[in-house]
């Protein structure tokens, strides 16, 4: 590199020590150096292998000498802004305010091991941990106080930190958190036995202060994953066939010529079995090593297609498992006034993070550092360690946020290539996904068939159900593992998240004759799968809310009314009951379907239910159906959540307001292609999503529940819109849409059918 | 082949060594060490690459670095000095109007295609000063977010539009207050 002009607007590169490497971090002067140097104090605090000790106070804070506290937190920052959240909790309980709080980036040597950032538990399981252990050394802290100041505990009073007995003034009757502990450690057991304070005395929780990581974001001074680069490294890209091959099936290299990229200069070829890398000292090298390396594979044609898998799914031996049986469905059927049933496709769909996953790796004959974006560094650590041949404790993994990946994006997958490619290298090595890699070999949101049933009476009661589910499982193995060391594919044991979902199928409603089936598809030669944000729940509220309305219909009654007829839960009401006023539905009586407009364009409007694993999310969608084009647009989009006690309810309305324009680019655009070898949708045009012309209206609504525990509220509101979307579509033209998303061609089909 | 290329960029003169064909972008992230454009997809499709040249946004990632010889490049981080030219402010401010109107309105969430957004809509704001919605939906279209911040993204454009006005009819420029509207709704 030639003289770099030393530009007054970036004067500063930040090196730090961590895990024995030096990490360069780029940046203009201020907050984000501040905050790097805060990260170097506390490498040094975490100069061993982690898990730190749970039961130890200390792990989960530490006060500082300037009166400030960092609190160490288990769950990674991907933009919901838990973070600042899990701050608000502990500032909460210490008495600070949140200026005197921060948190450091997930470190395996730093960081407790709360498990992954999944099923938007961030707060759920997160913070009783954080809030007792902030309630446990505000104690600790009063009891130094009082013997400081000579008084008794009872008498002394906390704000911002300063500690001073009650009913007088002075510098004698005062003490801060700073003075009492200054940086030392509390070599204190953390007991969970101090009382936490009552939701009365709350005076940060449940209130709206800002995110923390936006001005950086904004300014451009926030590091991610991306910006990062290690010294005397090498830039890294990975090279597969375009589009992922049959998981379990493989692709094997037919013929590798690494003459052919001779002509670039310092770049090499790493291969270990399968597994191919290019390396080079430019970036720019290593992205047209890639490009120009002369391979060919073997792919067996194995794939069922795009076209083909729901057939496919259907027909296969399949695992089955009744999830819930309640009452006779049959016999409850068999006299029912109203009657509806339905066959149903949710397709598979991509992660596809906006910034392709990264990550930086160091591997040595002992040591290992790997930087990535995974959402879970202990369990990470875990499976490299394997692949590298060291222990758990020998490898160090650090997390830093790359863009927004809505669940299990290629973040392991990548973390796991680079370290082979290091390892193979001998050198430090930042490997970047191409877009390709990122949209071609993602673990997608898995395709789902649905079949359903469900009957009601003469009076608009609904007295049976029953939900038959086909999808496979997530997969186990990620590729960079299969292609290197030919680990067997497998598949996740099957748990709540992977398998017909209560909550989403008729759970919200009273219903005396329930049965719930999961039929689980083998995974081997379909897509490779895993969650992708509310997993598998868009597919069953498309299905299911569709039927419940079919036989709101059939009881000549309105959706809202037929829905709140059939709910006695408190919380589904309140979420229904919010989106139904918000969008003035009973203001607006829509015409019966007999009576439909025959424009050529025609509007509709659904109302629907549905969630994850916790919390309710109730929706109202308002669409525009083309008939003679058969294009869907999504006008406005209503949420609401209840998800319990809502510490920032701001960051929540921001969630469901991402939830709802992400539920209407899956529910009209998103769908994996793919052919008998390969995925086929490998970008952006080939896998289109929503856009800023066709972005709906959105108006998000939290329910507040100050005296209840928090639940998740990262991506319940997404079944209920998907649903909504759905019966807005029937409302519109008369007409099930019986699979998504919905493209003109899907659409119009759907409409000459009828 | 190799060679030495001199380029100006964020009003500073640099000497770079690469291939004339390297895309832009990576000289910037790597060379010049810059955070602001970043990496997307390589295929100007997303918009997270977006720098102005010579005050107009384009795609850095399919930019040869040869082609920006003699021109003008400005990244996030030299936005509010160009910015500041551009107005003929005395001082050059610590944001652009859209990048303080997008914290005003809490519009980030992973935040990583901001710095596109940010380019795309200084440029708008440069040209069309008072964009209608559609226009606004218009020229931001080219650029994607998984997050789905697009609703909040257009309201900052419209905050900072009206922010910009009111400077120009000779107050001040004041960025307003962030609106706080409480959507919770009672049990």
């Known amino acids: ?754 | 082949m190799t060679g030495e290329i001199k380029i100006r960029v964020n009003e500073q003169m640099h000497s770079i060594a690469a291939d004339p064909d390297t895309p832009l972008l990576y000289v910037l992230m790597n060379d010049l060490q810059l955070q602001g454009p970043r990496f997307g997809c390589g295929l100007a499709q997303c918009g997270s690459c977006s720098v102005l040249l010579n005050g107009a946004e384009i795609r850095s990632c399919v930019t040869p670095v040869s082609a920006v010889v003699g021109k003008s490049v400005t990244t996030l981080e030299g936005l509010p000095a160009w910015y500041a030219r551009q107005r003929k402010l005395a001082n050059v401010p610590v944001l652009h109007p859209v990048q303080q109107a997008l914290i005003d309105e809490q519009a980030v969430q992973c935040g990583y295609c901001f710095n596109g957004m940010i380019i795309q809509a200084a440029d708008l704001l440069s040209k069309t000063p008072q964009p209608t919605e559609a226009q606004i939906r218009s020229a931001m279209n080219g650029h994607l977010c998984r997050c789905g911040s697009y609703p909040r993204v257009i309201k900052a454009i419209q905050r900072a539009s009206h922010a910009m006005k009111t400077a120009m009819d000779g107050a001040p420029e004041v960025i307003l207050a962030q609106e706080t509207q409480a959507r919770e709704v009672a049990p």
């Open chain 1, 1 to 754: 590199m030639n003289q770099i002009g030393s530009s007054a607007l970036f004067p500063r590169r930040e090196f730090l020590k961590a895990g024995g490497a030096l990490i360069v971090g780029f940046s203009s002067a201020g907050a984000v150096g501040d905050a790097l140097f805060a990260q170097a104090a506390a490498a040094a605090r975490g100069a061993a292998a982690g898990p730190p000790d749970p039961k130890q106070i200390d792990t989960w804070l530490a006060v500082h000498s300037d009166n400030t506290a960092t609190v160490y937190v288990g769950y990674v920052e991907l933009g919901q802004g838990s973070t600042t959240s899990l701050l608000q909790i502990s500032a909460e309980e210490l008495d600070l305010d949140m200026s005197q709080v921060s948190t450091v980036r997930l470190d395996t040597n730093l960081t407790p091991n709360q498990g992954g950032t999944y099923s938007s538990s961030s707060i759920a399981r997160g913070s009783p941990a954080i809030r007792t252990a902030a309630a446990e050394a505000r104690q600790a802290l009063l009891q130094m106080a009082a013997q400081k100041l000579g008084a008794p505990i009872e008498r002394l009073v906390v704000s911002k930190g300063v500690v001073t007995v009650g009913g007088m003034g002075g510098e004698s009757s005062s003490v801060t958190y700073g003075e009492l502990v200054g940086d030392k450690p509390f070599n204190l057991a953390f007991t969970g036995s101090a009382p936490v304070k009552p939701v009365s005395d709350y005076k940060l929780v449940g209130t709206r202060p800002l995110r923390n990581d936006i001005p950086e974001k904004v300014s451009g001074e926030y590091i991610y994953l991306q910006h990062l680069r290690l010294p005397g490294m090498l830039h890294a890209r990975v090279v597969r066939p375009r589009g992922q091959t049959a998981y379990g099936s493989g692709a094997k290299v037919a013929s590798l010529d690494e003459s052919s990229i001779a002509h670039i200069p310092n770049a090499r070829v790493v291969r270990k079995g399968d597994f191919v890398g290019v390396v080079a000292e430019r970036e720019w090298d290593a992205v047209r090593a890639a490009r120009d390396l002369k391979i060919t594979w073997d792919i067996p044609p194995v794939l069922p297609t795009s076209e083909g898998v729901y057939d496919a799914m259907r027909a296969e031996k399949t695992g089955d498992r009744v999830v819930l049986q309640r009452g006779d469905v049959d016999a409850a059927v068999s006299g029912a006034a109203h009657l509806a049933s339905g066959h149903y496709h949710g397709p598979y769909q991509a992660h596809a993070p906006f910034g392709p996953n990264g990550a930086l790796a160091d591997v040595k004959s002992d040591s290992a550092l790997v930087i990535c974006s995974t959402q879970d560094v202990y369990a990470t650590r875990n499976t490299l360690a394997g692949i590298l041949g060291l222990k758990p404790q020998q490898v160090r993994v650090q997390y830093y946020e790359g863009s927004g990946t809505y669940g299990h994006s290629c973040y392991d997958d990548v973390a796991q290539a680079a370290a082979i490619i290091s390892q193979l290298a001998g050198k430090p090595v930042r490997l970047q996904f191409m877009r390709w890699d990122e949209h071609g070999w993602d673990l997608y949101g898995p395709a789902h068939v649905g079949e359903l049933r469900a009957a009601a009476d003469a009076n608009g009661k609904i007295i049976a159900y029953q939900y038959d589910g086909w999808h496979h499982n997530w997969s186990a193995v990620e590729t960079s593992a299969q292609l290197a060391l030919g680990t067997p594919a497998a598949e996740w044991r099957d748990g709540a998240a992977q398998m017909v979902n209560p909550s989403d199928c008729g759970g919200m409603y009273d219903i005396s004759n329930v049965r719930l089936v999961n039929h689980h598809v083998p995974g081997m030669n379909y897509l490779r799968g895993a969650w992708l944000r509310s997993p598998l729940d868009l597919s069953f509220s498309f299905a299911s809310e569709q039927t419940i309305d079919d036989l709101a219909r059939q009881a000549k009654m309105d959706a809202y009314e037929f829905r709140r007829r059939n709910i006695t839960n408190e919380h589904w009401m309140g979420v229904l009951d919010a989106v139904a006023k918000a969008s003035k539905w009973s203001d607006t009586p829509r015409p019966p379907a007999s009576k439909l407009s025959s424009a050529k364009i025609v509007t509709g409007r659904g109302i629907g239910l549905g969630t994850h694993l916790t919390s309710y999310g109730g929706a109202v969608v308002e669409i525009e159906v083309n008939k003679e084009t058969g294009k869907v647009r999504i006008r406005r989009m209503y949420g609401a959540i209840d998800a319990g006690l809502a510490v920032n309810p701001a960051f929540i309305e921001n969630q469901i307001s991402g939830q709802l324009v992400q539920t209407a680019s899956r529910m009209l655009l998103e769908e994996v292609t793919f052919s008998k070898t390969n995925v086929t949708s490998l970008d952006w045009n080939t896998y289109p999503i929503l856009r800023f012309e066709e972005c709906p209206e959105v108006f998000p609504m939290v329910v507040q529940r100050l005296d209840q525990k928090s639940t998740g509220a990262g991506e319940e509101v997404m079944a209920a819109a998907a649903g909504a979307t759905a019966c807005a579509f029937y409302d519109a033209t008369g007409v099930h849409i019986t699979e998504f998303p919905l493209t003109p061609k899907r659409v119009l089909a759907a409409l000459s059918r009828a």
